[in-house]
Nanobody, 114 residues
Framework: VQLQASGGGLVQAGDSLRLSCVTSGPAFDSYAMGWYRQAPGNEREFVARILSRGVTNYADSVKGRFTISRDNSNDTLYLQMNSLKPEDTGVYYC?????????WGQGTQVTVSS
């Protein structure tokens, strides 16, 4: 499966962004999908995940501000990010996981200025 993330940009603290990840390949609805991010000098960290049946979980740092969703009819993953903070800055990667195999997109840059 191939993943193409988009929707990043430069925003101010308190603003919102919506990231999208379009996938190609069969059986999108069978994959657990997620978002991760990586700030300069830091390791990649988990942000949010949505299972094939729609169950979600979030990193504590984004709970109540970010919402992950998926559209299985369009093979697309979303991340709605509200009340953005400077510490949300980083490259955001979408992830697909099935049968213990991970697939990664190329990432989209999110920069939040204070």
């Amino acid at each position: 499966v191939q993943l193409q993330a988009s929707g990043g940009g430069l925003v101010q603290a308190g603003d919102s962004l919506r990231l999208s990840c379009v996938t190609s390949g069969p059986a999108f609805d069978s994959y657990a999908m997620g978002w991760y991010r990586q700030a300069p000098g830091n390791e990649r960290e988990f942000v949010a995940r949505i299972l094939s049946r729609g169950v979600t979980n979030y990193a504590d740092s984004v709970k109540g501000r970010f919402t992950i969703s998926r559209d299985n009819s369009n093979d697309t993953l979303y991340l709605q990010m509200n009340s953005l903070k400077p510490e949300d800055t980083g490259v955001y990667y979408c992830n697909a996981r099935r049968l213990a195999v991970d697939y990664w997109g190329q990432g989209t840059q999110v920069t939040v200025s204070s």
